[in-house]
């Protein structure tokens, strides 16, 4: 399945000043002299009808530039290639099943164009594979940052896949950078019902690509936290610091108190003094 390229921002300015080109050619053939042309472009600079030319124009630029799907410069950048594998074991043998064409990473579009259909030899070894209750496996090839051959690979039960009538889901993580980073691979029903399939049916998958991209999470906000930190230390310290006994820190608090009880005795004393001195001159009367 082929797909003309979507036109970029580059094209779209190309057309843009092509058009106000011709439009300015255009008015020049309209006057033969300087005076008339350069009233006529002064006049035109100052209009209403001029602004929403510009207007209309800047409109078109944003439109394509912003909707457009060309995230990819290269082909090669979109298109990856797809393997599965019918066999068990440590190291299955994987033969080519299509590949995945990402068209945007902003609205994860995405297609796949399947190899071809499924050879009988293949259908038998699917049959098998549910017989022995193994799984199914597929792998997308990608290529590493630093720019080495990977794989990212999946696994399906078998059974999953032969009850669904070859119908998947692929999901494919990319980073920011549109690099493959992760693939997974589901069926509409996860469950199996040992139903038995017609060998008809089993000729062409019918997959569904869906394409998610990995956003860059919250920066935390390092200075905030470490100046938080250093007040947590200084007001520890503080705290540490105070090894004083009870009397050391609150003996102006209890000197007052010490200095009021004092005084209060003081006082009853003396009131209890004299009351004692005249009882005793009663007395001698």
Sequence with gaps: MSSTNPPTCMHVLLAAANIIQRRSFADFRCYHDADSLTLHLGKMALSMLGLLRVAWLGIIVIYVCVLADDEFEAESHATFQLEHSF???INPHFTKRGTVTIRSLKSG???????????????????NLVKENGVYRVRLLSKSP?????????????CSLYESLLTDRLTVNV???GNIIGI???T??????????ATSSLTTFKTTVEIVQTVAGPVPE????IQRMEQEKEKAKGQQADNRSFLAKYWMYLVPLLIFVMFSNSVDQASGG???GGGGGGGGH
């Design 87 to 89: 066999e068990q074991g």
């Design 109 to 127: 579009m995405a297609h796949f164009t399947p190899e071809g259909k499924l050879s009988e030899d293949d259908v038998e070894k699917l049959q």
């Design 146 to 158: 630093n720019g080495q051959t990977q794989y990212v690979s999946s696994f399906i039960k078998a």
């Design 175 to 177: 980073d920011q950078l």
């Design 184 to 186: 997974s691979i589901t």
């Design 188 to 197: 509409a029903s996860p469950f199996c019902h040992a139903v038995n399939i």
């Design 222 to 225: 390092t200075q905030t936290y």
């Design 274 to 276: 004299g009351n004692g």
